[in-house]
């Protein structure tokens, strides 16, 4: 009811493997999890959904904290943990915080995954020579590694720039190293 008053639309799930079954990797928001579920503990969660490689945050709450179970859920990598009682403010503050985190590192994911299909587009030499321009290497250095003249070089790079959709030197290198791909 707390949620649904602040114009959310929350689901709710009989346990945490019930959620897991009904995740998709479209899936966006938050989740609150207590710790003591039946099942599954809400340490265990976070940890498959790290598995999973899930990006949703996830706030902890719990009526019977301890600061061992408190660092558990941290390590583990829960966004929040609150204890019980708790002021509705507080949830809600932290809900609508993770749910800008989440809507910012989906965005994140998906620059990254725009980058890393231009990355597949290029050639095997054209990734040769992004690779040696992340080293720093002239267009004459490259040219002496790869064994081809600097103008051939030149027409590589162009074709790099161009399908990286970079505008300059400084954008290329940025995007290749935002996406981990360098």
Known sequence: MLLRSDGLNPNGFSSAQAFLDALTPESRGCIISDVRMPGM????????????????????????????????????????????????????????????DNDDAVDASAKRTRVLRRIESLTARERQVLDLIMEGASNKAIASALAISPRTVEIYRANVMSKMRADSLSDLIRMTLSSGAA
């Open 41 to 100: 503990d809400g340490v265990q969660l976070i940890r498959a959904l790290k598995g999973m490689n899930c990006i949703l945050p996830v706030i902890v709450i719990t009526g019977h904290a301890d600061v061992t179970v408190a660092v558990q859920a941290m390590k583990a990598g829960a966004a929040e943990f609150v204890q019980k009682p708790f002021e509705s403010e507080l949830i809600l503050r932290l809900v609508r915080a993770c749910l800008e």
